[in-house]
């Protein structure tokens, strides 16, 4: 078992983790303040390994995520992202925070991100073969053929029907949905998979059934999860570590189940307290 103190087997590296997004104002735009979204994240995470980076809306938690993937730039105009985040390829430790946009092509197949909405992250006038193909045809040379193969196995491994790629996303459900997402993630054979809230509009037993899945998947392929999400009660089923992020900063972080049981930090335990608790003995 790998200890705390080996680095061995760290696949990412966050260090001193810092974003502003500015705010313009006036007839003439110019920068008026800044927001701090994100203030001084380190953290680590290994092979296999699932962090679970928890906190309310607006704490930052997502934008973690998207400065991991290296799309913040691409998304806001003239963001300040700050520190490092070392991503351990196996040519050699390259910092994603520093590259730009035609750099970071090669490591992005092994980084991949399941948004929080599978009702606006498909494309609705795309199949979904097409959805789940797009990013062989970018990052691989893969024949046609070969990728409609592969489209295929992937369907198989998240549980739904190869027949189902010449459908469109209005077709299915949530929980369908979702699977599609976390296919089209898995298509490059990525190392780290990003979870941004991936189950959060979804059903109760739903839920149980992504979170299952997705178990199985990390099992099979070797992934590592950063699985992001306001609950503690469905993080402490899929993470080994859990970080709880409050105005920008990790207040807490330590083994799941001790989080869950024993929290210290009083958002912590303000945040287990939210979580419903099915007991009919106990009073209001």
Same mark, same amino acid.
């Given at each position: ?44 995470? *290994? ?103 592969r489209v295929r196995w992937l369907l198989e491994k998240v549980r ?10 209005h077709e299915f459900s949530g929980g369908q949905r979702q699977r ?81 049981? *024993? ?13 419903? *608790? ?7």
């Open positions: 078992m790998t200890t705390a103190t080996d680095t061995s087997d760290v696949i990412l590296d966050l260090q001193d983790l810092r974003v502003r997004f500015p705010v313009f104002g006036g007839i003439i735009p110019r920068k008026t303040s800044e927001v701090r979204a994100v203030d001084g994240v380190s953290l680590t995470l *290994r092979r296999g390994e699932t962090v679970g980076l928890v906190g309310e809306s607006g704490c930052g938690k997502t934008t973690v995520g998207r400065a991991i993937v290296n799309i913040l730039r691409k998304m806001t105009y003239r963001v300040d992202i700050e520190g490092r985040i070392v991503y351990h390829h196996p040519s050699g430790a390259v910092d994603l925070a520093s590259l730009g946009q035609r750099q970071m092509r090669r490591y992005r197949p092994d980084l991949q991100m399941v948004f929080q909405d599978p009702y606006s992250s498909l494309n609705p006038r795309m199949t979904v073969g097409a959805i789940v193909e797009e990013p062989l045809r970018i990052h691989t040379r893969q024949t046609k053929a070969e990728r409609r193969d739904l029907s190869p027949e189902h790629a010449t459908r469109y996303p599609i997402g976390i296919a089209r993630a898995l298509a490059t054979n990525p190392k780290i998979v990003i979870a941004d809230e991936p189950v959060s509009a979804l059903d109760v037993s739903i839920q149980a059934q992504v979170i299952n899945l997705m178990q199985d998947l990390q099992e099979e392929f070797g992934l590592s999860y950063i699985f992001i999400s306001h609950d503690l009660s469905v993080v402490r089923h899929i993470a080994n570590r859990i970080c709880v992020m409050y105005f920008g900063r990790i207040v807490e972080e330590g083994p799941a189940e001790e989080i869950y049981l *024993r929290p210290q930090h009083p958002y912590s335990k303000t945040l287990l307290a939210a979580v419903p *608790r099915p007991d009919p003995d106990r009073r209001r």
